[in-house]
């Protein structure tokens, strides 16, 4: 446990990434920020209700009716300044990353075009009315759930 928890530390992980390019050899840090960046890409998940996490989510523009130009940014995941986002039904539960509100499954929702490599918000979703409702005014929303 002990050890998961040091490498989701992001102020271990600037000084052991930092070590690493300055051509520093300690096999600890090289172990840990190899393990980080496997733990990072394989691990990566967008919070289920009632867990924290912090996104930037701002609509660029609406091509068409099913889809959405996003900006996502989010300090300690990812960031795409103009990721293209397609209307579909929710196929389980979450959370609106735009309000906050909850996802039911079938609910109308937007969601990451699929790509290789996977994009690593790729189980993000927004709802569709919260994202119409952006295109009509305030388009940008920070969300933390606590």
């Not at 446990?1 to 520093?24: A, E, F, H, Y």
């Not at 790509?115 to 993000?124: D, T």
Request: hydrophobic share 45%.
């Amino acid at each position: 446990m002990l050890v998961k928890m040091n490498m989701c530390d992001p102020w271990r992980q600037t000084i052991g990434l930092l070590s690493l390019m300055s051509g520093r050899t300690d096999p600890a840090v090289t172990r840990l920020a190899a393990l980080h960046v496997q733990f990072e890409r394989r691990n990566y998940r967008l919070p289920i209700a009632g867990e924290r996490f912090d996104a930037q989510v701002c609509l660029i523009e609406r091509p068409t009716s099913a889809t959405a130009t996003i900006a996502w940014r989010d300090a300690t995941h990812c960031s795409y300044g103009d990721q293209l986002w397609h209307a579909a039904r929710a196929r389980v539960n979450g959370v609106c990353a735009m309000s906050g509100q909850a996802i039911q499954v079938g609910d109308p929702v937007f969601k990451p075009r699929r790509g290789r490599p996977a994009p690593l918000n790729a189980s993000a979703m927004i709802l569709a009315a919260v994202l119409n409702e952006a295109a009509d005014g305030g388009a940008q929303a920070r969300f933390s759930a606590a």
